[in-house]
T-cell receptor, first 118, second 111 residues
Framework: GAGVSQSPSNKVTEKGKDVELRCDPI?????LYWYRQSLGQGLEFLIY????????KSGLPSDRFSAERTGGSVSTLTIQRTQQEDSAVYLC????????????????FGPGTRLTVL | QKEVEQDPGPLSVPEGAIVSLNCTYS??????FMWYRQYSRKGPELLMY????GNKEDGRFTAQVDKSSKYISLFIRDSQPSDSATYLC???????????FGAGTRLFVKA
């Protein structure tokens, strides 16, 4: 079946512009996560959605970052007034449930969006 | 002290070698210990996970957890060029959703 998809695969933007990154999770997965992966760094947690619950935004690095998930499916990560330090690969993942990974194969990651801020 | 430490490598080995990848961690509350594999320009994929301590074997891969030393390992036997990827260790508490990832070790297996 289809995995997690993300678009665009690459995005080059100028400093100060806003960008929107999209994630289509696996159908039926109630949990959705956004991570950021910078060169030589581990995956940095950004935000977590679980069903209709309020999202956990504790990983968002600044108020320039926001995310929404419409209808419990597609999610959009928005970065306003981009800065050069925002350049990274933004990864989206989904899972059947947020808490229990046993037997669910863990998080299923998309291929990521490579963001370059000039 | 970082919550998770992982040598970024790169680690280069000849085909057929035994590969040992390791991570240390500081949070004694971690109960799920995972290894993800990430090919270039792809998202990470779960390779193996262990709950609590002990060893787990899956084909050519063996995961070991030593909670007393806060040290986990992934061994790859008879390594193949197709094993060339970045391997990320990952950790989670029981009942939590946040997974803490290591920086990843880049592995190159030469034919």
């Amino acid at each position: 079946g289809a995995g997690v998809s993300q678009s665009p695969s690459n995005k080059v933007t100028e400093k100060g512009k806003d960008v929107e990154l999209r994630c289509d999770p696996i159908s039926g997965h109630t949990a959705l996560y956004w991570y950021r992966q910078s060169l030589g760094q581990g995956l940095e947690f950004l935000i977590y959605f679980q069903g209709n619950s309020a999202p956990d935004k504790s990983g968002l690095p600044s108020d320039r970052f926001s995310a929404e998930r419409t209808g419990g499916s597609v999610s959009t990560l928005t970065i306003q007034r981009t800065q050069q330090e925002d350049s990274a690969v933004y990864l989206c993942a989904s899972s059947l449930r947020g808490l229990n990974i046993v037997g669910t194969g863990g998080k299923h990651f998309g291929p990521g969006t490579r963001l370059t801020v000039l | 002290q970082k919550e998770v430490e992982q040598d970024p490598g790169p680690l280069s080995v000849p085909e057929g070698a035994i590969v040992s990848l390791n991570c240390t961690y500081s949070n004694s509350a971690f109960q799920y210990f995972m290894w993800y594999r990430q090919y270039s320009r792809k998202g990470p994929e779960l390779l193996m996970y262990t709950y609590s301590s002990g060893n787990k074997e899956d084909g050519r891969f063996t995961a070991q957890v030593d909670k007393s030393s806060k040290y986990i390992s992934l061994f790859i036997r008879d390594s193949q060029p197709s094993d060339s990827a970045t391997y990320l260790c990952a950790f989670r508490n029981t009942g939590g959703f946040k997974t803490i990832f290591g920086a990843g070790t880049r592995l190159f297996v030469k034919a």
